[in-house]
């Protein structure tokens, strides 16, 4: 076997990049506690993997509401997909999945309806959590479950 085709050998740019990355890393480990401009909770940045921790930094938000961050960005862009009922977020999961793979809920059967009258039906529906109170005005019920 030739290793050669198994691996390329470093640039410059991907020197560079690692380098940046190592630098992030170890500045996010320093970052100061804040407190969550979102939900009042103290804000540990320096407990989370770099990227997670800045994005903390950059939001101004602890781990739990950049979570919440990113769903509400997630139901704007897919409503379809992504949705709220109940109070609680979900995921539409891929229906084509292999069936080694773990389907959320086991595999039950879903029927959801939007407000628009389309119905999406999904045996891979995955719980994203109970929207936090805080999160509640940009996150409201989007969708009714018909079954399920
Ligand atoms: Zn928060």
Redesign the pocket.
């Known amino acids: 076997m030739d290793s050669s085709m198994n691996y390329r050998s470093w640039t410059t740019e991907d020197l560079q990049q690692c380098h940046e990355r190592n630098k992030k890393r170890k500045e996010a480990s320093k970052l100061k506690d804040f407190t969550?401009s979102?939900?009042?909770?103290r804000?540990v940045p320096s407990h989370y993997v770099y990227y997670a921790a800045w994005e903390m930094v950059d939001l101004i938000?602890?781990i739990?509401?950049t979570h919440w961050y990113a769903m509400h960005k997630m139901v704007l862009k897919d409503p379809k997909t992504h949705f709220v009922a109940r109070d609680n977020a979900y995921t539409v999961g891929d229906e084509n999945l292999s069936k080694n793979l773990q389907r959320g809920f086991g595999g039950a059967l879903f029927i959801i309806r939007f407000p628009d009258g389309a119905i999406v039906e999904s045996t891979n529906l995955w719980h994203r959590g109970a929207v936090p109170t805080?999160w509640q005005e940009d996150l409201p019920n989007t969708a009714f479950f018909l079954r399920g």
């Open positions: 969550c979102k939900c009042g909770a804000a938000m602890c739990m509401c805080e």
